[in-house]
């Protein structure tokens, strides 16, 4: 007997509150930011005690900017509250930026709370070295928490000299109870749950933990953005390519074509073979329930379809883990640069630029002079190339915003 846990989510607000006034004629100031709610609730009762049968959450980021002498002074106050119906962990709050920037000619002096995009290249997500991961925001570690920071820059024709300073490291958070993944007594933080080491030790735990979140993925549609990708691919046909890092499934449902969709870190609708014998991933059968409450169990009978079609050895959910690095066969890794190399136009909507194939695209397609659109919220390691090249734009805010604009601007075949 099918015994779902029944899920809807809803995004019920997301606001955008911006208004900026000059105060005096060398100075300026700004107030912008958004509010956010989600909802998730269950139409049938929960199976463990500590479920429960609706989670309200409600977030703030307000960002105050204010520019003295012509911009040669700019002070920045970002906080950020979220308030968790349950968990308390996950009731918190930070500041993403306090600070005081001093441009002078060839130096300039950053005091305070600030994030910073520098940091080394990993496999898969780049360290930051100054900033730690919030996790207990968003587990795919694209939330920064502001760390407290003296930065001098010293700008010289050569290049540019960071000194450091910081009066004590903040530590990474994680979510509360709640947000973590529970197996036997242990609580298992996201990022200890998508590696390989933990499907080696825990295979059933994992693909239990994988299969929940796909339903959450599931109960999910497609918004705005999504559905304006899918008609510039039916206009732009090969002329159009999507590299995408989500690993929701939502573009594919939305339209797009396995074929122009690069999905570098995979998609939680499929799996793979543990022993690589398949020439690609398969769907996740059809037997398997799209609604997976937390904590239940696979069945003998489950844990047989999770097998690979070809050889029946055990599959493994295909997604890119922490461990891992980026290939050809599973991730399109040679060829989503083999499309920098040849577009003639990127786009590159909602990342911070925290993984290195991104990145590496990005800086490729800069190299050649190929303009670029961005758009983010805030400024990004994107943001910084088009400022430095001058070839493209910035556009501040959401994908909803401005994807569906600039999907209607672009060429058809
Ligand atoms: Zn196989």
Same mark, same amino acid.
């Given at each position: 007997m099918k015994r779902g846990h029944h899920l809807l989510t809803a995004q019920l607000l997301t606001g955008l509150l911006a208004c900026g006034c000059a105060v005096a004629q060398d100075s300026y100031t700004d107030l912008r930011g958004n509010v956010s709610a989600e909802w998730t609730g269950f139409w049938e009762d929960a199976k463990f005690p500590n479920q429960h049968d609706s989670y309200l959450s409600l977030a703030g980021e307000p960002e105050l900017i204010h520019e003295r002498n012509d911009g040669d002074d700019i002070f920045t106050f970002k906080p950020f509250y979220r308030v968790d119906q349950h968990d308390n962990k996950r009731t918190h709050g930070d500041v993403r930026d306090l600070s005081w920037i001093h441009a002078a000619r060839d130096w300039e002096l950053t005091t305070g709370f600030s994030k910073v995009f520098w940091g080394v290249t990993e496999a898969v997500h780049l360290v930051d070295i100054i900033n730690q991961t919030d996790f207990v925001e968003?587990?795919? /570690?694209e939330d920064k928490l502001g760390q407290p920071m003296v930065n001098l820059a010293l700008i010289r024709d050569w290049g540019v000299v960071d000194l450091f300073v910081l009066p004590y490291f903040r530590e990474r958070t994680f979510r509360g109870k709640e947000g973590y993944w529970q197996v036997g007594s242990h609580n298992y933080q996201p990022e200890e749950m998508a590696t390989r080491a933990a499907f080696q030790d825990m295979p059933e735990e994992v693909w239990a933990w994988y299969l929940y979140r796909r339903g959450v993925c599931r109960a999910a549609n497609p918004n705005r953005a999504h559905v304006a990708l899918s008609r510039a691919e039916r206009r732009g046909r090969e002329r159009f390519l999507l590299i995408t890092q989500n690993v929701d499934g939502l573009h594919l449902r939305a339209g797009n074509t396995l074929d122009r969709t690069y999905q570098i870190h995979g998609n939680i609708d499929f799996m793979r073979c543990t022993r690589e014998c398949l020439p690609a991933p398969v769907q996740v059968p059809d037997g398997i329930d799209l609604q997976w409450s937390k904590g239940r169990a696979l069945t003998e009978g489950e844990l047989q379809q999770l097998g690979c079609p070809s050889c029946g050895a055990p599959a493994r959910p295909h997604v890119l883990w922490f461990d891992e690095t980026y290939d050809e066969p599973n991730f399109r890794f040679q060829s989503a640069i083999e499309a920098a190399r040849s577009a003639t136009l990127l786009v590159v909507v909602g +990342? +911070? /630029? /925290?993984?290195?194939l991104p990145m590496h695209v990005g800086t490729i397609a800069a190299q050649r002079g190929v303009p670029m659109v961005v758009v983010n919220p805030e400024p990004n390691p994107f943001s910084a190339l088009v400022a430095r090249t001058g070839n493209g734009v910035f556009l501040s805010g959401t994908a909803g915003e401005w994807v569906p604009q600039i999907a209607s601007a672009l060429p058809s075949a």
């Open positions: 968003n587990i795919d /570690g +990342t +911070t /630029g /925290g993984t290195s």
